[in-house]
């Protein structure tokens, strides 16, 4: 869940640059770069990250997948 509230918590709006386009631009940019090292002794030290293209939006959630 990500909120954007106003100053003063939830019963202001947010502020005029919080915008659904610069959201969306923000968790895509954040999706893009997040990653997660892995260190197994069976498999080694494994990268994996989100598999899925921000941009899909059928609300599945995203598939980590070996980068």
Do not use: Q, Y
Not at 39 to 46: F, H, M, P
């Amino acid at each position: 869940m990500i909120r954007f509230d106003g100053p003063d918590g939830h019963t202001t709006p947010p502020p005029p640059w919080a915008t659904f386009d610069a959201l969306r631009v923000a968790v895509g940019l954040a999706v893009k770069r997040a990653r997660l090292t892995v260190d197994s002794d069976a498999t080694g030290e494994r990268v994996i990250g989100d598999g899925n293209d921000p941009d899909d939006d059928d609300g599945a959630a995203g598939v980590l997948v070996a980068v």
